[in-house]
């Protein structure tokens, strides 16, 4: 059973750093595209990056863009967040999910939720709150 579990979330003030954690288990890891995703309140779900775990390939958002670190320690089959000078606007629960190729996971990034079809497995999600 394909289990993908983020950790890691908190409340932090702004300009500080957090970085989430998504461990996987039951599939391929190096074999699929992790992404991470964030819901503001009263906002839809918006894509922020994806890592391909089998090369280290990387892609992000503009509005993340030099802020945020996707890494992979694949040893531990776990896909890292790291986001720095965070700001309030960056408040959300924090997704990972995972889709078989980088096209699928590029889809549903950058299309929204009308793509998500495209990401065959979810994490429940970990909470950022960054206070001003």
């Known amino acids: 059973e394909i289990h993908l579990v983020e950790s890691g979330g908190g409340l932090v003030q702004s300009g500080g750093s957090l970085r989430l954690s998504c461990a996987a288990s039951?599939?391929?890891?190096?074999?699929?595209?992790i992404g991470w995703f964030r819901q503001a309140p009263g906002k839809e779900r918006e894509g922020i990056g994806y890592?391909?775990?089998?090369?280290?390939?990387?892609y992000y958002k503009d509005s993340v863009k030099g802020r945020f670190t996707i890494s992979t320690d694949n040893a531990k089959k776990t896909v890292y967040l790291q986001m720095n000078a965070l700001k309030p606007g960056d408040t959300a629960v924090y997704y990972c999910?995972?889709?078989?190729?980088?096209?699928?996971?590029?889809?549903?990034?950058?299309?929204?939720?009308?793509?998500?079809?495209?990401?065959?497995?979810w994490g429940p999600g970990t909470q950022v709150t960054v206070s001003s």
């Open positions: 999910a995972a889709a078989s190729d980088f096209l699928r996971m590029m889809h549903a990034l950058v299309a929204g939720p009308v793509a998500e079809y495209d990401v065959h497995s």
């Open positions: 039951g599939f391929n890891f190096d074999e699929n595209i």
């Open positions: 890592i391909n775990p089998d090369d280290g390939s990387t």
